[in-house]
Nanobody, 121 residues
Framework: QVQLVESGGGLVQAGGSLNLSCVASGSIFSLSDMGWYRRAPGKQRDLVALITRADIRHYADSVKGRFTISRDNAKNTAYLQMNSLKPEDTAVYYC???????????????WGQGTQVTVSS
C-alpha cells in the first residue's frame, strides 16, 4: 500500500501563512503527480494545486498568486505554501498522489486523511 501523511494545518488569522507537508511512503515504485485538494463545510472536494514529476504546476484560480506547490522527489514529499490566507480558505486539505507500485503495475490514486486549516477573520 501507499500511505500519505499530511502535517502543518492549524488555525491562523486572515492574512497569515501556513505550510502544509505531505510524505508518501510504503510500497512505491514511482510517483507521478502530487497535489492538494480541499473540502470546505457543505461543499465538494476541489483541486487546490497539482504538481507533476517534471515540476509542471497547476492552481485553482482562487489560490493563484497566494499558494505555491512544490515537491522533493528524493523525499517523496509535497509542500503547499499558503500565504495571504482568507476565511474562505477554511477547509480540510487532502494530499493526493498518483503512484505505481511496481514496474508493470498500473498507476493508482492515493489520498491522505486530511488536515484542517481554519482561517479566522
Amino acid at each position: 500500500q501507499v500511505q500519505l501523511v499530511e502535517s502543518g494545518g492549524g488555525l491562523v488569522q486572515a492574512g497569515g501563512s501556513l505550510n502544509l507537508s505531505c510524505v508518501a511512503s510504503g510500497s512505491i515504485f514511482s510517483l507521478s503527480d502530487m497535489g492538494w485538494y480541499r473540502r470546505a463545510p457543505g461543499k465538494q472536494r476541489d483541486l487546490v494545486a497539482l504538481i507533476t514529476r517534471a515540476d509542471i504546476r497547476h492552481y485553482a484560480d482562487s489560490v493563484k498568486g497566494r499558494f505555491t506547490i512544490s515537491r522533493d522527489n528524493a523525499k517523496n514529499t509535497a509542500y503547499l505554501q499558503m500565504n495571504s490566507l482568507k476565511p474562505e480558505d477554511t477547509a480540510v486539505y487532502y494530499c493526493y498522489c498518483a503512484a505505481r507500485r511496481s514496474f508493470l503495475g498500473t498507476v493508482s490514486d492515493y489520498w491522505g486523511q486530511g488536515t484542517q486549516v481554519t482561517v479566522s477573520s
